[in-house]
């Protein structure tokens, strides 16, 4: 066994991209379910919008814009891509809050949730279609909108840091990743600790209530809808950077799952709840991946048992069982109050 | 009985100040300094005791209210005017349709027809958000306490025109640290009243029925109405809380509020209203003082049976 390369692998999980990712989708699904008890299993679609938000603005309508025929507008890629983070970050992730919300946040709150998932579907096939192969490039996604980005990055390219971790353009990602995780985090802790957050808390709890002191429930609902929407849209982006590709099948439903996931391990209605549990999903992925590929590498885990093809399920098997004995001893979470979870059932 | 309850109407009174027995200060919205519940009560002397009785005052007005649930007419109320500064009943058989009618009166349910006025605004297109905005705050009949709140957070909440409600200012907290400080301020002034101190920071899921009914009632407060509307402020409630309750009742009426509330406790009914609706299969069938709705005929029929206290006679039943 090679434990150095499985503490290695898996810190990079705890930390590293996925991480971030999922944290900050997770982050604003917890706005979504956490605090507002917004049922979005549509998750997806907002990180996807994000990636989309940016791929789309550089790649295809960037060139057009410029088209010396049409607009000329002789914007420069720099100008694109900031854009571009623009469209991912506020005014895709907007568009498809308005358009999932306005229809069924009038409605119980299982409504949402048909809509959202069909939603993050309805977005991931049109983009996949060829018919829009001009917009989307279709199931081979968008590429070419993360240079201006890496070329911001002070790390050399071919270097490895933080304890050979990462190498150059890995590492400048997830230190922006980082800082913005953390804004996204603080961001967060405050707005759920002023009055804003109260309305949202109350209306998760009963929105009736809230309504008879004055609160309009729509309108609060349709806000944490756009704002957790938009910190989906950041991982999404920040997700499609790390690949240098916008692709369709990048969010697929299970994407929103990992990100309940993510939440729901580390503790739906806390600041802290998201990061703990995403660095914890995939700390656990990552370990179980590597620890078990060794094994059945090294003779350890016999053929009759798994070969290596089979550990990438086996793994998921092993996270579906920690998920089911989570749910019977800690079903708050690893952060979560039992009881204040218990007040439920009265 | 209070001692309020012995007063006999019309007589002059020593006026709102001295009617305030209340030993911690709340401040009152502006418009409750110039209702005179004493006034107000005794104005109520001169109505003629019918149903959709003209009051001196009206602070809420409804008109032709009709609501029907499939082939139900749940509600069908011609005319029903509530006194400004007193505490009206609205009581009725099960399924009288007490609690559609106060839903509608509330805006929390949408008439068929009909129209509703409210201290002079019409409030048939208002959302029942608003409704707070214009100084008329409900409660329900299953208490709707936050659970996963806590006491303080939950008073904090009824307080009206927040500056850090509005999202882009959450973040900003020195925009509306001061303001909150105020209505903190306030809503432990109103929790001292309710002697509800100690639990400020408390959930609100851990407390007992009756806490939550009086929770609910001081987070009501908090919203700084000219009208409370109660749905069954005494169902669950046991009965060493009722008398406390009872009492914070007449306090708000005292300060000038106007009070509606549905009820199935006659006694309560008895003991606190100043004047009585009678609802029946949707149709307001009496009105009139609480001593004047147990001899009412059409009222012990609602409640009876119209052959209650005669001989089953087999031909008149066919």
Same mark, same amino acid.
């Given at each position: 066994?090679?434990?150095?390369?499985?503490?290695?692998?898996?810190?990079?999980?705890?930390?590293?991209?996925?991480?971030?990712?999922?944290?900050?989708?997770?982050?604003?699904?917890?706005?979504?379910?956490?605090?507002?008890?917004?049922?979005?299993?549509?998750?997806?679609?907002?990180?996807?919008?994000?990636?989309?938000?940016?791929?789309?603005?550089?790649?295809?309508?960037?060139?057009?814009?410029?088209?010396?025929?049409?607009?000329?507008?002789?914007?420069?890629?720099?100008?694109?891509?900031?854009?571009?983070?623009?469209?991912?970050?506020?005014?895709?992730?907007?568009?498809?809050?308005?358009?999932?919300?306005?229809?069924?946040?009038?409605?119980?709150?299982?409504?949402?949730?048909?809509?959202?998932?069909?939603?993050?579907?309805?977005?991931?096939?049109?983009?996949?279609?060829?018919?829009?192969?001009?917009?989307?490039?279709?199931?081979?996604?968008?590429?070419?909108?993360?240079?201006?980005?890496?070329?911001?990055?002070?790390?050399?390219?071919?270097?490895?840091?933080?304890?050979?971790?990462?190498?150059?353009?890995?590492?400048?990602?997830?230190?922006?990743?980082?800082?913005?995780?953390?804004?996204?985090?603080?961001?967060?802790?405050?707005?759920?600790?002023?009055?804003?957050?109260?309305?949202?808390?109350?209306?998760?709890?009963?929105?009736?209530?809230?309504?008879?002191?004055?609160?309009?429930?729509?309108?609060?609902?349709?806000?944490?809808?756009?704002?957790?929407?938009?910190?989906?849209?950041?991982?999404?982006?920040?997700?499609?950077?790390?690949?240098?590709?916008?692709?369709?099948?990048?969010?697929?439903?299970?994407?929103?799952?990992?990100?309940?996931?993510?939440?729901?391990?580390?503790?739906?209605?806390?600041?802290?709840?998201?990061?703990?549990?995403?660095?914890?999903?995939?700390?656990?992925?990552?370990?179980?991946?590597?620890?078990?590929?060794?094994?059945?590498?090294?003779?350890?885990?016999?053929?009759?048992?798994?070969?290596?093809?089979?550990?990438?399920?086996?793994?998921?098997?092993?996270?579906?069982?920690?998920?089911?004995?989570?749910?019977?001893?800690?079903?708050?979470?690893?952060?979560?109050?039992?009881?204040?979870?218990?007040?439920?059932?009265? | 009985?209070?001692?309020?309850?012995?007063?006999?109407?019309?007589?002059?009174?020593?006026?709102?100040?001295?009617?305030?027995?209340?030993?911690?200060?709340?401040?009152?919205?502006?418009?409750?300094?110039?209702?005179?519940?004493?006034?107000?009560?005794?104005?109520?002397?001169?109505? *003629?005791?019918?149903?959709? /009785?003209?009051?001196? #005052?009206?602070?809420?007005? =409804? @008109?032709?209210?009709?609501? &029907? $649930?499939?082939?139900?007419?749940?509600?069908?109320?011609?005319?029903?005017?509530?006194?400004?500064?007193?505490?009206?009943?609205?009581?009725?058989?099960?399924?009288?349709?007490?609690?559609?009618?106060?839903?509608?009166?509330?805006?929390?349910?949408?008439?068929?027809?009909?129209?509703?006025?409210?201290?002079?605004?019409?409030?048939?297109?208002?959302?029942?958000?608003?409704?707070?905005?214009?100084?008329?705050?409900?409660?329900?009949?299953?208490?709707?306490?936050?659970?996963?709140?806590?006491?303080?957070?939950?008073?904090?909440?009824?307080?009206?025109?927040?500056?850090?409600?509005?999202?882009?200012?959450?973040?900003? *907290?020195?925009?509306?640290? /001061?303001?909150?400080? #105020?209505?903190?301020?306030? =809503? @432990?002034?109103?929790?001292? &009243? $309710?002697?509800?101190?100690?639990?400020?920071?408390?959930?609100?899921?851990?407390?007992?029925?009756?806490?939550?009914?009086?929770?609910?009632?001081?987070?009501?407060?908090?919203?700084?109405?000219?009208?409370?509307?109660?749905?069954?402020?005494?169902?669950?409630?046991?009965?060493?809380?009722?008398?406390?309750?009872?009492?914070?009742?007449?306090?708000?009426?005292?300060?000038?509020?106007?009070?509606?509330?549905?009820?199935?406790?006659?006694?309560?009914?008895?003991?606190?209203?100043?004047?009585?609706?009678?609802?029946?299969?949707?149709?307001?069938?009496?009105?009139?003082?609480?001593?004047?709705?147990?001899?009412?005929?059409?009222?012990?029929?609602?409640?009876?049976?119209?052959?209650?206290?005669?001989?089953? @006679?087999?031909?008149?039943?066919?």
């Amino acid at each position: 066994m090679d434990w150095g390369a499985i503490l290695e692998n898996t810190i990079r999980g705890l930390i590293g991209e996925r991480f971030i990712v999922f944290a900050l989708a997770a982050i604003g699904l917890n706005l979504h379910f956490g605090y507002t008890g917004l049922l979005n299993f549509g998750q997806a679609v907002f990180m996807a919008a994000g990636a989309y938000g940016l791929a789309i603005t550089v790649v295809t309508i960037g060139p057009r814009l410029n088209d010396p025929d049409g607009l000329d507008l002789g914007l420069s890629t720099t100008t694109l891509f900031w854009l571009g983070v623009f469209v991912a970050v506020v005014v895709f992730p907007l568009i498809m809050a308005l358009i999932m919300g306005i229809p069924t946040l009038r409605l119980r709150a299982d409504y949402l949730a048909i809509v959202t998932i069909a939603a993050a579907e309805i977005f991931r096939l049109i983009a996949r279609s060829p018919r829009f192969d001009w917009l989307t490039g279709s199931s081979d996604g968008l590429s070419g909108f993360s240079k201006t980005f890496y070329d911001m990055s002070p790390f050399d390219p071919g270097g490895r840091y933080l304890f050979d971790l990462f190498i150059g353009n890995q590492m400048f990602l997830v230190l922006v990743g980082w800082v913005v995780l953390a804004l996204s985090a603080f961001t967060c802790w405050l707005i759920i600790r002023s009055p804003w957050g109260r309305v949202l808390k109350a209306i998760r709890e009963d929105e009736d209530a809230a309504r008879s002191l004055g609160k309009n429930a729509y309108w609060y609902k349709m806000q944490a809808l756009m704002l957790g929407g938009i910190f989906g849209a950041i991982g999404g982006m920040l997700r499609a950077i790390g690949f240098s590709l916008a692709q369709p099948d990048n969010f697929i439903t299970d994407v929103t799952f990992f990100v309940w996931v993510a939440l729901i391990l580390g503790g739906a209605g806390k600041i802290m709840g998201p990061l703990i549990g995403a660095a914890i999903l995939y700390g656990i992925l990552d370990f179980t991946d590597i620890f078990l590929r060794q094994g059945v590498a090294n003779g350890n885990i016999p053929e009759s048992i798994m070969t290596g093809t089979q550990v990438g399920q086996v793994r998921f098997m092993l996270m579906g069982l920690g998920l089911v004995l989570l749910a019977a001893f800690r079903p708050q979470g690893i952060i979560g109050n039992k009881e204040e979870m218990a007040l439920d059932d009265r | 009985m209070t001692a309020d309850d012995m007063d006999v109407p019309g007589v002059p009174d020593a006026g709102p100040e001295a009617a305030d027995p209340e030993p911690v200060a709340v401040p009152l919205a502006e418009a409750l300094r110039e209702v005179d519940h004493e006034a107000a009560r005794a104005a109520l002397a001169d109505v *003629p005791w019918e149903p959709g /009785a003209k009051k001196p #005052d009206p602070i809420l007005v =409804a @008109d032709h209210v009709v609501r &029907r $649930f499939g082939g139900l007419t749940a509600v069908d109320a011609d005319h029903v005017e509530v006194q400004r500064g007193v505490i009206t009943a609205l009581i009725g058989p099960n399924g009288a349709g007490k609690t559609t009618l106060f839903n509608l009166l509330t805006n929390f349910d949408k008439p068929d027809s009909g129209t509703r006025v409210f201290d002079g605004h019409n409030i048939d297109d208002v959302p029942a958000h608003k409704i707070a905005n214009y100084g008329m705050v409900r409660t329900f009949q299953l208490t709707k306490a936050l659970s996963k709140m806590t006491v303080i957070e939950n008073m904090k909440l009824g307080a009206t025109g927040q500056r850090g409600e509005k999202l882009w200012r959450s973040i900003l *907290p020195f925009t509306w640290k /001061a303001q909150e400080r #105020d209505i903190e301020a306030r =809503a @432990d002034a109103l929790l001292e &009243r $309710f002697k509800m101190s100690h639990m400020r920071d408390e959930f609100a899921g851990t407390l007992s029925g009756g806490q939550r009914k009086l929770l609910e009632m001081a987070r009501a407060l908090m919203v700084e109405p000219t009208m409370v509307m109660l749905d069954e402020p005494m169902a669950g409630v046991n009965p060493a809380l009722t008398q406390s309750l009872l009492g914070h009742v007449t306090g708000l009426s005292e300060q000038g509020m106007t009070v509606l509330f549905v009820e199935h406790d006659m006694d309560m009914v008895q003991e606190i209203s100043d004047w009585v609706i009678v609802m029946a299969e949707g149709r307001i069938i009496a009105e009139g003082p609480p001593a004047s709705i147990g001899e009412n005929q059409a009222v012990v029929d609602a409640y009876l049976g119209s052959h209650h206290d005669s001989a089953l @006679d087999l031909d008149t039943e066919l």
